[in-house]
């Protein structure tokens, strides 16, 4: 199957998806970037590499919408690999999740397993599962970073992400369509520092960390539901 990995980036982040694009490009067959408010594009398109300039900043959704702007991949079984314009991967980021990988689930290198449902505050419940950090096991968890994560085409397709209603909350709303459709998040086991932060001055984390208040309600109706 087609390795196909989607970015959507700000233009704040232009020197860090150089960098991005440049660890993942040998491992994939493309690279979709959605651009989010770019004058012009920070690379030519390539045979590999393609973007799409949007005048409107439309969040991380870009990353989803993306993919479905290149038409090329109509009908193709694909595995895809949702990254972020400010993180470094390995050499065998893909590799090593595809040889975990089960269909018809979903992949994250970052995620969490929350103690009690209801929650009482998202941003309160720290990550269970940092990136950067040792992790030993592939265990399922409730929510996960869609910065550092894989699904395959089949997901892909069922997910709603026109419905994503509420800008740079991917990884609640992806977390509630899986809850829903019954489809597993599974924290993927790597090495410390196996992913590396690129050390971009913004961040979503950063920008929500004190308006959570959708998150969790977000959360809260689909886990319990």
Not at 79 to 98: K, Q, R
Not at 178 to 191: E, G, S, T, V
């Amino acid at each position: 199957m087609k390795k196909v990995v989607a970015i959507a980036s700000i233009p704040s982040r232009k020197d860090t998806l150089v960098k991005t694009i440049e660890s993942l490009y040998p491992q994939v067959d493309l690279i979709l970037v959605w651009l989010n408010g770019y004058g012009k594009v920070p690379l030519l398109n390539n045979d590999k590499v393609h973007f799409w300039l949007s005048p409107d900043n439309v969040g991380d959704v870009g990353k989803f919408m993306v993919v479905d702007k290149f038409k090329a991949l109509t009908g193709d079984d694909f595995y895809l690999f949702t990254c972020d314009d400010d993180l470094h991967y390995p050499p065998d980021y893909v590799e090593h999740n595809i040889s975990l990988y089960e269909p018809q689930t979903i992949h994250s290198s970052h995620g969490k397993k929350f103690p009690k449902i209801p929650l009482p505050k998202l941003i309160s419940q720290h990550p269970s599962y940092y990136f950067g950090n040792f992790i030993s096991k592939k265990e399922k968890i409730h929510l996960g970073g869609t910065g550092v994560m894989m699904m395959d085409s089949n997901v892909f397709k069922k997910l709603p992400y026109t419905q994503f209603t509420h800008q740079n909350m991917c990884d609640v709303w992806v977390a509630g369509f899986a809850h829903q459709n019954k489809i597993p998040i599974f924290i993927l086991p790597h090495p410390q520092n196996w992913i590396k932060d690129l050390g971009s001055s913004q961040s979503i984390f950063g920008d929500t960390q004190n308006k959570d208040t959708i998150q969790t309600q977000i959360l809260n109706h689909y886990l319990t539901n």
